[in-house]
Structure formats: structure tokens, C-alpha cells
């Protein structure tokens, strides 16, 4: 497929993630699956121009993805997709499975506090280029 890079503009959102991130099972999940343990939050990411946009859907559709199952039927199954970050971090995209999540954000997690680690604030650009 290439080499696939998509470029984001770092965002807060709601925070909704980090408890969510917090949890053992989660924590579990991921340490399992992606071979790290992330960091109990996730770096929000904007797609700006329609190029990503098409490129995220391409991933998606085209790319199995690393799937995170719950334990529990009230929390939805999520799918991962390995990714450098800014040509530093190993990490993944997490896509959770719910319903009208939105096609132009993504959310990053890295065993590491992205922001912190790459020194980015809201409104900077970062680019990830997904592993095949």
C-alpha cells in the first residue's frame, strides 16, 4: 500500500479518554495487543484536509487493525492501528467502535504523555506514519 502518513492538528477534547485509559482491563488489553503500556490518555488529533481524510478511510477499510474486545458488554470494542509519531514515538491510533464517532479525529495513545514528550501544544501539527 505505500508509505501512508497522515498529518493532524493537536486538540483537547473532553478528556473522555483518560478514564477510560485508566482502566485495568483496557490497560491489560493494550499491554497485550500493541506491546506497550500507554500512558492513561490520549493525544486528540483534527484531520484537516480532505488527503488525510481519504487516507484515514483508506487505513480503515483496507487494514484489519489490532482489536481491543471489553469484558464488559457496556463498554464498545475499539481497534488499534500501529503508527510512528512525528518520526520519534512508537504508538497507536484508537479507534473506539461507537456510533457517529467523527471521521476527521483521531486519537493517539504512546507509552509516553505525547504533548510532553514532543513538546506540542494546541494547534501544532503532528504526523504519524502508519506501520503496514
Same mark, same amino acid.
Given at each position: 500500500?505505500?508509505?501512508?502518513?497522515?498529518?493532524?492538528?493537536?486538540?483537547?477534547?473532553?478528556?473522555?479518554?483518560?478514564?477510560?485509559?485508566?482502566?485495568?482491563? $483496557? &490497560?491489560?488489553?493494550?499491554?497485550?495487543?500493541?506491546?506497550? #503500556? %500507554?500512558? !492513561?490518555?490520549?493525544?486528540?488529533? /483534527?484531520?484537516?484536509?480532505?488527503?488525510?481524510?481519504?487516507?484515514?478511510?483508506? $487505513? &480503515?477499510?483496507?487494514?484489519?487493525?489490532?482489536?481491543?474486545? #471489553? %469484558?464488559? !458488554?457496556?463498554?464498545?470494542?475499539? /481497534?488499534?492501528?500501529?503508527?510512528?509519531?512525528?518520526?520519534?514515538?512508537?504508538?497507536?491510533?484508537?479507534?473506539?467502535?461507537?456510533?457517529?464517532?467523527?471521521?476527521?479525529?483521531?486519537?493517539?495513545?504512546?507509552?509516553?504523555?505525547?504533548?510532553?514528550?514532543?513538546?506540542?501544544?494546541?494547534?501544532?501539527?503532528?504526523?504519524?506514519?502508519?506501520?503496514?
Amino acid at each position: 500500500m505505500g508509505q501512508r502518513k497522515l498529518t493532524g492538528v493537536v486538540f483537547s477534547d473532553l478528556g473522555q479518554a483518560s478514564s477510560f485509559m485508566a482502566l485495568d482491563w $483496557v &490497560q491489560k488489553a493494550l499491554r497485550e495487543r500493541l506491546g506497550f #503500556s %500507554p500512558y !492513561p490518555a490520549t493525544l486528540n488529533l /483534527r484531520l484537516q484536509s480532505e488527503r488525510d481524510i481519504a487516507m484515514w478511510q483508506e $487505513v &480503515q477499510r483496507e487494514t484489519p487493525g489490532i482489536g481491543i474486545d #471489553s %469484558p464488559d !458488554p457496556s463498554f464498545c470494542q475499539a /481497534r488499534c492501528f500501529l503508527v510512528e509519531i512525528a518520526g520519534k514515538v512508537r504508538g497507536a491510533v484508537l479507534v473506539p467502535g461507537v456510533e457517529g464517532y467523527p471521521g476527521d479525529k483521531i486519537e493517539v495513545v504512546a507509552p509516553v504523555h505525547l504533548k510532553d514528550e514532543l513538546r506540542v501544544r494546541d494547534g501544532e501539527q503532528i504526523v504519524l506514519k502508519f506501520e503496514d
